[in-house]
Nanobody
Framework: VQLVESGGGLVQPGGSLRLSCRASGFTFSSYDMSWFRQPPGKERELVAAIPSTGGYTNYADSVKGRFTISRDNAKNTVYLQMNSLKPEDTAVYYC?????????WGQGTQVTVSS
């Protein structure tokens, strides 16, 4: 199983970014996916989650209405569209899945929101 995130960077407050996580090594369409983040000096926290079918999605209260998680099972990719970014969104963002009871994480992508 391999998860590779991309799309991070430096953005001004109020800006947008779209993160991507390309998955390989398992049947992507059969497994739930999620995005986590770890702000500097803080613990990792759940940002958003999406089931294998792409139906009901779940968000942290701090990002509701600003972030959107989606997936393209044909491309083995999960996305996180982030709008109206705030300095407190600064963090390393990780995608994650659990396959056959094993917990897999990507290497992370840095998002910095600053003027």
């Amino acid at each position: 199983v391999q998860l590779v995130e991309s799309g991070g960077g430096l953005v001004q407050p109020g800006g947008s970014l779209r993160l991507s996580c390309r998955a390989s090594g398992f049947t992507f369409s059969s497994y739930d996916m999620s995005w986590f983040r770890q702000p500097p000096g803080k613990e990792r926290e759940l940002v958003a989650a999406i089931p294998s079918t792409g139906g009901y999605t779940n968000y942290a209260d701090s990002v509701k209405g600003r972030f959107t998680i989606s997936r393209d099972n044909a491309k083995n990719t999960v996305y996180l569209q982030m709008n109206s970014l705030k300095p407190e969104d600064t963090a390393v963002y990780y995608c994650r899945t659990i396959v056959m009871d094993y917990d897999y994480w990507g290497q992370g992508t840095q998002v910095t929101v600053s003027s």
